[in-house]
């Protein structure tokens, strides 16, 4: 079954069930000055299945024929009915459907409310209440002093600071309100980027280059391991994701894990792992956790259903605007030989860009996301 966050709504039937309506609009829950975000919503499609309701924005419906016929030749089923409205009013529309959306924040709450899963969402969402937690079912983490407003942050904790060191929001997303402070200076500088009254953390920089995301899934009442990727990072920024992760430390977030699911988390959820080698020895460290789908997870859905189990996931740019000026011929995914290109985040090549899945060994990986690299 794909990999989809599901809840039925007070009243809902068990039948009911396996129909589902997705809204993975991303705008209450994202960056600002994220080039297209607005678009993000189409990435969903791949997880759904025939009888499901997605609802997407009304600028994907122009490139709605060329994504349908892209899945249709690779064989990646999908739903056909759709909604044309990202509103959080369709969700209660659509009552005799579970409910699967990005992220159960405000809005989801208000239309199909689950008290518990939105109360730990927001609880866990918040970095400074993620160390909190972690401190106490001891799950490793870097050295991290949190503060509950940035003027709390006095000039001995910037003198003790362990630099280089990373000050941080304690709510972010995308990588936004995180600064790298490579002496006082630096630190003293970024604390005056945050308006007055925001919480914040100090953490030790993580001398690495290996970040994991191990995602989980609760699915009816059952919390089960998902997978394991290896992000790609520009700096901060997530950019991509690698199946299968060089390894599998589930056993640092488990307690964790099964804590959130306790206290009635939903869907897929995931945490960010560094992995330390040294002097022989490999550490594990947990990050930060995402009470959410986040970018490993609609491609991590497709090539579940597609039977894919080696793959990149990355965000191409591209010259292009329109899915039917791309030159996909050769390259899209042949389901005998399990290689070749898939498009995930389809919407946002209105503005240049996509994220594509590419199956394969890594050496096929890398000659097939080059090829299309010259294509673009």
Known sequence: MAAVSVTPAAG?????????????????CTAEGVTGNHLYSGRALGATEPGDVIQLHPELRSEWPSIRAHYARIGLDHCNEVVWDTSHGVLAEH?????SVFFFGDGEQRVRPDRRWFGVVEHINCKNRFMQAAEALGVPVPVTRRFARVEDITPADVEQAPYPCYLKAAVSVSGVGIYRCADKAALAAAMQRYPAGTPVQIQEEV?????????YEVEGETLSRYAATEQVLDGCVHQGNRFPARCEPWDCVEPMA?????????????????????????????????????????????????????????????????????????LELDPATGEGVVLINWGPIKVGKFLALIAGDEQRQQAIAGELRARL
Not at 18 to 26: E, G, P, S, V
Not at 279 to 299: D, K, M, Q, V, W
């Open 207 to 215: 001398a690495t280059d290996v970040f994991l995301n191990l995602q």
């Open 12 to 28: 809902d039937s068990a039948a009911a069930a396996a129909r589902r309506i997705f809204n993975h609009d991303i705008m209450g």
């Open 95 to 99: 009552r005799e459907h579970a409910v």
């Open 258 to 330: 099964r804590w959130l699911h306790a206290e009635g988390m939903r869907g897929v959820f995931a945490f960010d792992v560094a992995v330390l080698e040294h002097a022989g020895e490999t550490r594990h460290l947990a990050i930060e956790c995402n009470p959410r789908f986040n970018g490993a997870s609609y491609p991590t859905a497709v090539a579940k259903k597609l039977g894919v189990n080696r793959w990149l996931a990355q965000v191409f740019k591209t010259r292009h605007r329109r899915l039917a000026d791309l030159d996909l011929g050769g």
